[in-house]
């Protein structure tokens, strides 16, 4: 009889997202014609810019001529958008990666969730709390986490992220051997100083860690000093992959494509990630689409760059009049400033569900409750950037009037 990967079983239902929308339909069948404006989306909502629907549309027909059709591609991804990826993401930045450590995928989230099929059963896995869901569940799903009890996994390292240390958790005093690290954070917001990410290659050096540094949220920042890439400090490139993404650079959440930099440096033992990686991808992996890697590849140009800064502009502002509003109503917030998320402390010591549904029944307005990406979220909001102008300004609004 086959078996089933048992681990399946202990995950806990994914309630975040699936209560959050069942309260706010809940809601509208209560209240028909009320307007919801939902602030708990982190999906982008403007278009994809002119230079990358161009480049779509020219490799959508060279598809269309047997002269220029193309069938499987490279599983690590086409050099073209590897040398781009070098050239403008790390090499105008002072690092030097090289183009075969850079592998193209249709995703951060699989990149993210797949890395652990390299790592041992055994590793000590560190994660951040609260936290990017997608970290903690794949331990979970392949035997790193042990048993879910009382709201956290037994066998997992929480690094409590709090506004007593600015959301910048505590190197471990124990020794762990893979650390997840996301900054510009999601859900908190916070960016992290090069200072800061300079005792965790310490600490991995020292403990023979490996980090797993997720960028996702990098084009947003604003703050000059600020790494944009773990490789920005120096030793990174022995300890650490990092993970990107055109998701929210460039709007490329419906269309995937992301990529993982792993160094020829890094090595576990005598083993090299990269190669590891690299055979894993070929096995399991057929490469991102030919079309998608060209409209990738447009995002470097100089007029793509243009177009998406603008977009990145435009959700700048709004997280900025979401920050100023909220503060406004006496509301204490942070992130905002180099991500496009803001985590809000709920007044009057109110859970964070308590005080989604008081926005909900009082304003219209749908946030997530921290709670939702760990216990340490507890007492917090997300909020997020990425809707229009004209309904974050609406959203705000309401907030203030209500809470004043
Ligand atoms: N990493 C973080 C921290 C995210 O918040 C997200 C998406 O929300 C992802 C990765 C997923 O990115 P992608 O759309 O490339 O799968």
Not at 118 to 125: G, L, Q, S, T
Not at 348 to 366: C, I, N
Request: hydrophobic fraction near 40%.
């Amino acid at each position: 009889m086959a078996k089933i990967n048992e681990n399946f079983l202990k995950l806990p239902g994914s309630y975040l997202f699936s209560t959050v929308a069942k309260k706010i339909s809940a809601f509208e069948s209560a209240n028909p014609g009320a307007q919801i404006i939902k602030m708990s989306i982190g999906d982008v909502t403007r278009p994809l810019v002119p230079s990358v629907i161009n480049a779509m549309h020219k490799a959508v027909d060279e598809m269309a001529a047997a002269e220029t059709f193309r069938g499987y591609g490279p599983e690590q991804g086409y050099d073209f958008l590897r040398a781009a990826i070098v050239e403008n993401d790390y090499k105008s930045r002072g690092i030097s990666i090289e183009p075969d450590e850079v592998f193209i995928s249709d995703g951060a989230k699989s990149d993210c969730g797949n890395i652990v099929d390299i790592f041992a059963e055994d590793n000590k896995v560190a994660v951040c709390d609260p936290v990017y869901p997608v970290y903690v569940d794949t331990n979970a799903m392949s035997g790193r986490a042990g048993e879910f009890v009382s709201g956290k996994w037994n066998k997992l390292y929480y690094m409590e992220c709090t506004r007593e240390n600015g959301f910048l958790p505590e190197i471990p005093k124990e020794k762990v051997d893979m650390v997840y690290l996301c900054f510009p954070n999601n859900p908190t917001g916070m960016a992290a100083p090069a200072e800061y990410l300079k005792k965790w290659v310490e600490y991995a050096k020292a403990n023979g860690a490996v980090i797993l540094f997720d960028s996702a949220y990098e084009a947003f920042i604003t703050e000059p000093g600020v790494p944009h890439s773990i490789f920005e400090i120096d030793g990174a490139d022995e300890v650490a992959v990092e993970f990107r993404s055109f998701s929210k650079t460039a709007g490329f959440t419906g269309t995937r494509c992301a990529y993982t930099v792993i160094p020829k440096k890094l090595k576990v033992g005598e083993t090299s990630l990269n190669a590891l990686w690299n055979r894993r991808q070929c096995t399991k992996f057929n490469g991102a689409a030919y079309v998608i890697q060209r409209a990738a590849e447009a995002v470097y140009s100089p007029q793509g760059k243009k177009e998406t800064r603008a977009n990145i502009e435009y959700y700048l502002e709004n997280a900025k009049i979401i920050r100023e509003s909220l503060a406004e109503a006496g509301i204490e917030v942070y992130g905002g400033v180099n991500a496009p998320y803001i985590w809000a402390k709920t007044p009057d010591r109110m859970g964070s569900w308590e005080f989604f549904d008081y926005l909900l029944e009082k304003t219209q307005v749908a946030v997530t409750p921290g709670e939702g990406f760990g216990p340490s979220g507890e007492g917090y909001i997300r909020l997020t950037a990425f809707s229009s102008h004209e309904k974050t300004a609406e959203a705000m609004d309401r907030i203030r009037k209500t809470l004043k």
